[in-house]
């Protein structure tokens, strides 16, 4: 069995409450882009942080 060491382990969980609406456009998110929610909320964060200048955008 290899031994696998993440470069940026994720230790961190955050858990909200969304509504039925909102859970369901996020099903669909995923599963038109055959990703998983943890990939597409982290995406979201990453172009949310963008477009409030939180993180430059990187080439």
């Known amino acids: 069995m290899a031994n696998v060491h ?3 382990p994720r230790y ?3 858990s909200l ?3 039925d609406a909102e859970k369901a456009a ?3 998110v995923t599963r038109r882009t055959r990703k998983s929610l943890s ?3 982290r995406e ?3 172009l949310y942080s963008r ?3 939180l993180f ?4």
């Open 39 to 41: 990939k597409v909320m």
């Open 6 to 8: 993440k470069e940026n």
């Open 51 to 53: 477009e409030i200048s």
């Open 17 to 19: 409450r969304i509504t």
């Open 12 to 14: 961190n969980v955050v």
């Open 44 to 46: 979201a964060i990453l």
């Open 56 to 59: 430059p955008v990187s080439s």
């Open 26 to 28: 996020l099903d669909e």
